[in-house]
């Protein structure tokens, strides 16, 4: 069964402090992906990676960075948190697959609040 | 209009209802289409593929309609476990990147 761990469930941290969210995943999978979700917005993607080192920016990647330096690692960095990042971050890998996508399997998320 | 829109609910349905969810996609050259369930404050999980024919997997049935460019979630004999938000998601390439979320549709079961 894949495992996809985040590090933090719940986080609480200052503003203009710089934040890092780890996400690991045990299956080998090329995909790695940032998503945050908030109540009637839905899960928006931040960044994806598909594969080591190599990153694209998402629907809102504003305020945020990432890092990829192994397969199974993904890290995403707010490097001056704000308020308005107050959310949910959830962290999804997959393989690649072609012509058809192949479905996600996510973490279980981090609740991050900034105060 | 948005890329995938589904009727955010809430569906409060009693035990033993039959239930059916529908999710429209604005981009016809769509290619692949899931179904997850995310329970209250837990991540999305997997809970069906969509494939073309249709498919069934126990009380779930999903149905695609690539003319009119929608997918259908059916529910049967409902428990009081089903309650949770289903999320249609709708990837319009081959690439990861193009994957798109629906907002998800909240349903309640009822004793």
């Known amino acids: 069964d894949v495992k996809v761990t985040q590090s933090s469930r719940y986080l609480v941290k200052r503003t203009g402090e710089k934040v890092f969210l780890e996400c690991v995943q045990d299956m080998d999978h090329e995909n790695m992906f940032w998503y945050r979700q908030d109540p009637g917005l839905g899960l928006r993607l931040i960044y994806f990676s598909y594969d080591v080192k190599m990153k694209e920016k998402g629907d809102i990647p504003e305020g945020y960075s990432v890092s990829r330096e192994k397969k199974e690692r993904f890290s995403l960095i707010l490097e001056s948190a704000s308020t308005n990042q107050t959310s949910m971050y959830l962290c999804a890998s997959s393989f690649t697959g072609y012509p058809y996508n192949s479905p996600l399997h996510f973490g279980n998320g981090t609740r991050l609040t900034v105060t | 209009r948005k890329e995938v829109e589904q009727d955010p609910g809430p569906f409060n349905v009693p035990e033993g209802a039959t239930v059916a969810f529908n999710c429209t996609y604005s981009n016809s050259a769509s290619q692949s289409f899931f179904w997850y369930r995310q329970d209250c404050r837990k991540e999305p999980k997997l809970l069906m593929s969509v494939y073309s024919s249709g498919n069934e997997d126990g009380r779930f049935t999903a149905q695609l309609n690539r003319a009119s460019q929608y997918i259908s979630l059916l529910i049967r004999d409902s428990k009081l476990s089903d309650s949770a938000t289903y999320l249609c998601?709708?990837?319009?390439?081959?690439?990861?990147?193009?994957?798109?979320f629906g907002s998800g549709t909240q349903l309640t079961v009822l004793p």
């Open positions: 998601v709708v990837a319009f390439s081959g690439s990861a990147r193009q994957l798109t």
